[in-house]
């Protein structure tokens, strides 16, 4: 049978959570004293900051609590004996929010739940609580304040640096011109000089309208990235 693990988050007590289940605590809010991962978003130009609904301060957390359960549960082994009902993991979220009724509805919840299922063939349960004292959305950006001005961008696109997202930039960027901000996760520095070099490459071929490129990193403690 798979092994139900909870997450909990934010620092939410976890005493109500039954004794039997495997319990992962984790916080991104900095200066609590249980703070175990980091969300930092840079090179972020202040002409794109606008005033942003709650609910999407929330979407960035949750994701990032999602992506630090990935890396720490491990998956079973696709045995014959089990007939691999362990790779697939079971995974019950407790996450503060500061708009629970919006993650709340049934379909929101639905509509999340399934599409995480969908992307790394898990199962997702999600609990969501009204949030005390969260942080301002202000403390994850890390602002390009010597910029030059930007045009309004038309695309966002995911900039892994591999072959599929360079093939995507480059038809975007190289061959239709268009304004493209280019969003790379940086789990580990050591592709740091890659990812630079291929964005110089895009920004020599681009001419006049060059890609802006949005870098987000999570960094959790070591303990934490098993799987």
């Known amino acids: 049978m798979t092994t139900e693990h909870h997450i909990i988050c934010g620092g939410i007590a976890a005493e109500n959570i ?7 605590c984790l ?18 130009h202040e002409q794109l900051y606008k005033n942003i609904p709650p ?3 929330d979407l960035l957390e949750i994701a990032t609590y999602v ?48 599409t995480l299922g969908f992307l790394s063939d898990d199962f ?4 969501f609580i009204a949030a005390v004292n969260a ?18 961008p038309e695309q966002v696109m995911m900039f892994s640096g591999g072959l599929d997202s360079l093939a995507g930039a480059i038809e975007e960027i190289v061959l239709k011109k268009n304004k493209v901000v280019l969003v790379n996760h940086q789990s580990t520095p050591k592709f740091k000089r890659l990812y ?7 920004e020599e071929k681009a001419g006049d309208i060059k890609p802006i490129h949005l870098r987000v990193e999570i960094n959790k403690k070591k303990k934490l990235g098993k799987d």
């Open 135 to 152: 942080p301002p959305l202000q403390d994850y950006f890390d602002f390009d304040k010597g910029a030059a001005p930007i045009q309004k």
């Open 67 to 114: 992506y630090c359960a990935d890396c720490f549960f491990k998956r079973g082994a696709r045995d014959v004996q089990t007939l691999g009902d362990n790779w697939r993991r079971r995974m019950r979220f407790h996450i503060p929010v500061r708009k629970p009724a919006v993650w709340n509805d049934a379909k929101v919840k639905k509509v999340l739940q399934d």
């Open 27 to 44: 916080n991104l809010w900095d200066g609590r004293a249980d703070s175990n991962v980091r969300l930092k978003i840079e090179h972020l």
């Open 18 to 24: 039954g004794t039997d289940a495997v319990k992962l």
């Open 124 to 127: 997702y349960e999600f609990t």
């Open 55 to 57: 609910q999407f301060h």
């Open 196 to 202: 630079e070099n291929l964005i110089g490459r895009l």
